[in-house]
């Protein structure tokens, strides 16, 4: 099991 | 001013790119596209790369397709299916002959489950995405390759 913590993305919509 | 659920009702799609940690020693990046179906349910494509130096060397890159549930104005649970590909290269140095070091570098392809919980927040045509915890399992091992090096050192 891989876990990642607190993934902050930023982008667009349209 | 429009809440941001209103504007993932307008505004079908989507693209966003993040970075995240990975415990203990490790850090990840993804790019995601997604498709508003409407309010509450939006589909994901998703390419991930993660990388870890602690207990093992590890690097995975996967492919997911995502469906996120949103629960009011910003908050989701998102479930998916995913194919990944991934090397893990580890180091043992035996206890009993210091001088012996075994190496060992596994490389893997496998179908994985993916869940994430977190929250999107839209101002106009801007997305912040900050999804709190996220889980990648594979499940599904498809030609795992093993090589062993064994190395006599000093």
Partial sequence: ?14 | AQTSAQLRAQQKHSITAGLGFVPLAGAGGILTYGFSVNQELEIQLAAQLLASAFPASWISGSVNLKARYYLGNAFYLSAGLGMEKGTIKDTFILPNNKVDVIKSETQYSAFGLDFGVGQQWRWGSFILDLEYVGVHSPLVFLNPRSVGVDKQTG
């Fill in chain 1, 1 to 14: 099991v891989e876990l990642r913590f607190v993934m902050l993305s930023v982008g667009g919509a349209f």
